[in-house]
């Protein structure tokens, strides 16, 4: 029998900066061979109050310009974006990094019935063809439509809430080559991933505001059943924002 190495949540150097995490990053290769699925970056703006959305889950401004040069620096370090169908409903983002020194990332979309519009912003990218991962036995003629519009629809396994189950889609980004994957949500995403333990570092803007609008942990799936404890954490300024760097800690199962 092979003896696999044991799953840690990411290298233990400390990863506090956009330096430290290039510096991770350069071995993620070699951490998808051996776990068999990307680093996982997790990495969100909210409100003092924890909200990342308006009440009527309205886009709203929460990171300053300087959190958002890091925030591009990220997407520019990792080698996939994801997020949810919901967030591109409700933002219509391009999800590319400004910053012309690093990479584009792979824009990836949780896309269960491929609602993606053909004129999405990410779409229409010259650049870059985003993977929209959905359910087995959609209809080929939207399957043909997104793809002549510029997407690339992606069948992934569903889990048995009928939504894409996370651990069928890290083998396939895996088997796509995808070293390194940037979360950045909505709220059902980032729950989804807490929840399913896979997040290996989260990178946290916290805007000095209270909105009192959409919660970043779903209250649905999270169900007062997710717990966190996060560790390593360093917090730096950046504009009138906190930024906080830190690891998920797990909890024994």
Request: proline letters at 9%; one cysteine or more; hydrophobic letters at 40%.
């Amino acid at each position: 029998m092979t003896n696999r190495p044991a799953l840690r949540s990411a290298p233990r150097e400390a990863i506090r900066s956009l330096e430290d995490l290039e510096r991770c990053l350069a071995a993620a290769a070699a951490f998808r061979s051996a776990h068999r699925r990307p680093f996982v970056v997790l990495s969100y703006a909210q409100s003092v109050d924890g909200s990342i959305a308006g009440p009527n889950r309205e886009r709203i401004q929460l990171s300053s310009p300087e959190s958002m040069r890091l925030t591009h620096g990220i997407r520019s370090l990792c080698e996939g974006i994801l997020v949810g169908i919901g967030t591109v409903l409700a933002d219509d983002p391009r999800l590319a990094a400004f910053d012309g020194a690093g990479r584009q990332p792979r824009p990836v979309v949780l896309d269960t019935r491929l609602r993606t519009p053909l004129a999405a912003r990410l779409v229409q990218r010259p650049d870059t063809r985003p993977w929209l991962i959905h359910r087995h036995h959609l209809p080929d003629a939207r399957i043909r439509q997104l793809r002549e519009a510029g997407a690339t629809p992606m069948p992934c396994t569903p889990g048995p809430d009928g939504r894409i189950d996370l651990s069928a889609l890290m083998q396939l980004l895996c088997k796509h080559g995808i070293n390194s994957l940037m979360v950045e949500g909505g709220a059902r995403v980032i729950t989804s991933f807490l929840r399913c333990r896979l997040a290996d570092l989260l990178v946290v803007t916290v805007s000095p505001q209270f909105v009192g609008g959409l919660p970043v942990l779903d209250p649905a799936d999270a169900a007062g059943a997710l717990r966190v404890r996060l560790q390593e954490a360093a917090y730096h300024p950046s504009g009138p924002d906190v930024i906080v760097w830190t690891r998920p800690q797990w909890e024994p199962q």
